[in-house]
């Protein structure tokens, strides 16, 4: 089974701030990385699927990269609106999330 | 708008069985996979179970050990999750979850149901 590995668990930052969220996964997963966003009490949102592709109606702050192994989730300057939990997720083979990252306003 | 409704949930007991349901509307659902996803109080998400389009692959998290079957009626624009011998453990929202892209089950999970809470407890 592959493994998804989310740091940091918890981030405290900013409005304006520049964040960075890293998924690691234990083989490849080519490019089949999705990243999802959930505030309290409600459902996750499709940020990013295919690493890097930016669904629609998401605002352009918001930027996945890499492939294989290693991926990342940028925010580029942090809106009030995005203190919640992020979540990656494989679905190269089967399907895993990581165990989330909350990023909380410092 | 897309939408996916869930229902069914409720309080169990330990042994006990549930059947959710998910209502598809506004797309064709006959066109695309469908995955259960859960969020025990507290935690992460947890992939629970997928079907494909035309119910021809059918995929279990290991965790559930046989226990939970995933069905779908494209007729009725349904989706089902029977849930037998239930376990403390499996305390959660279950959310019905569309895939994107072409369909096809190795797709990321665009639109999501608001979930519907299952409590197993004596």
């Known amino acids: 089974d592959i493994q998804m590995t989310q740091s940091p668990t918890t981030l405290s930052a900013s409005v304006g701030d520049r964040v960075t969220i890293t998924c690691r996964a234990t083989q490849s997963v080519s490019r089949w990385l999705a990243w999802y966003q959930q505030k309290p009490g409600k459902a996750p949102k499709l940020l990013i699927y295919e690493a890097s592709n930016l669904e629609s109606g998401v605002p352009s702050r918001f930027t996945g990269s890499g492939s294989g192994t290693e991926f990342t989730l940028t925010i580029s300057s942090l809106q009030p609106d995005d203190f919640a939990s992020y979540y990656c997720?494989?679905?190269?083979?089967?399907?895993?999330f990581g165990q989330g990252t909350k990023v909380e306003i410092k | 708008e897309v939408q996916l409704v869930e229902s069914g949930g409720g309080l169990v007991k330990p042994g006990g069985s549930l059947r959710l349901s998910c209502a598809a509307s506004r797309f064709t659902f006959s066109d695309y996979s469908m995955h259960w996803v859960r969020q025990a109080p507290g935690k992460g998400l947890e992939w629970v179970a997928s079907?494909?389009?035309?119910?021809?692959?059918?995929y279990y998290a290991d965790s559930l050990k046989g226990r939970f079957t995933v069905s779908r009626d494209n007729a009725k624009n349904s989706l089902y999750l029977q849930m037998n011998s239930l376990r403390a453990a499996d305390t959660a929202v279950y959310y019905c979850?569309?895939?994107?892209?072409?369909?096809?089950?190795?797709?990321?999970?665009?639109?999501w149901g608001q979930g519907t809470m299952v409590t197993v407890s004596s």
């Open positions: 079907i494909s389009s035309s119910s021809d692959h059918i």
């Open positions: 979850v569309r895939v994107g892209g072409d369909g096809d089950l190795l797709n990321a999970f665009h639109i």
């Open positions: 997720q494989q679905y190269s083979n089967y399907w895993t």
